[in-house]
């Protein structure tokens, strides 16, 4: 089946502008994550989604980041601003259970590489 | 705030070797530890995962352990092949936490 997609798979910005990624998840998972992953860094987490719904915001770097999720499927992850130290790979993940989220493996798209000029 | 770290940027070994990664963490202990393997220009994809009251776990070629003295887990691979060849993330888990990533281990497998 399809796994988790996200597009665009590159995007090249200047300082200033607004950017919109894209996560589509496996159908019929509940959760999904946005990470960050910076050269020669781990992932950062930056929000999860439970259904439409975000617990927890704890992770996003400043105001210019927000993200939706609608339909309890698709996430837009828009960064507003963009300024060179946005320059990363962001990555979605979804899993299947949030009830089971202690356990659940995540299963990750490609990734958008982001480079802001 | 929870770190994690592997102990090494990268690691090259001899094919058929055993490769062993490392992955502490500092503060508090995870209710488990995963594994991932990431490849370029890829996301990270699941291998295992050990939970804090396992000693040790094992898939094919592949086993984790555990030790929440030392607070760390170590990944081995037996029998190394080239296609091993790839970065090894660990994250650190506990409830009403968020997983929390280390940087990663390149390991080269070499033939």
């Known amino acids: 089946g399809a796994g988790v997609s996200q597009s665009p798979s590159n995007k090249v910005t200047e300082k200033g502008k607004d950017v919109e990624l894209r996560c589509d998840p496996i159908s019929g998972h509940t959760a999904l994550y946005w990470y960050r992953q910076s050269l020669g860094q781990g992932l950062e987490f930056l929000i999860y989604?439970?259904?439409?719904?975000?617990?927890?915001k704890s992770g996003l770097p400043s105001d210019r980041f927000s993200a939706e999720r609608t339909g309890g499927s698709v996430s837009t992850l828009t960064i507003q601003r963009t300024q060179q130290e946005d320059s990363a790979v962001y990555l979605c993940a979804s899993s299947s259970d949030w009830d089971q989220k202690v356990t659940d493996t995540q299963y990750f798209g490609p990734g958008t590489r982001l480079t802001v000029l | 705030s929870q770190k994690i770290e592997q102990n090494s940027e990268a690691l090259n070994i001899q094919e058929g070797k055993t490769a062993t990664l490392t992955c502490n963490y500092t503060n508090y202990s995870p209710a488990y530890l995963q594994w991932y393997r990431q490849d370029p220009g890829r996301g990270p994809v699941f291998l295992l995962l050990?939970?804090?009251?396992?000693k040790e776990k094992r898939k094919e070629r592949l086993k984790v352990t555990f030790d929440t003295t030392l607070k760390q887990s170590l990944f081995h691979i037996t029998a190394s092949q080239p296609a091993d060849s790839a970065t090894y993330l660990c994250?650190?888990?506990?409830?009403?936490?968020?997983?929390?990533f280390g940087p990663g281990t390149r390991l080269s497998v070499l033939p």
């Open positions: 989604f439970q259904g439409n719904s975000a617990p927890d």
């Open positions: 994250a650190w888990y506990n409830y009403g936490q968020n997983f929390v």
């Open positions: 050990i939970r804090e009251n396992e």
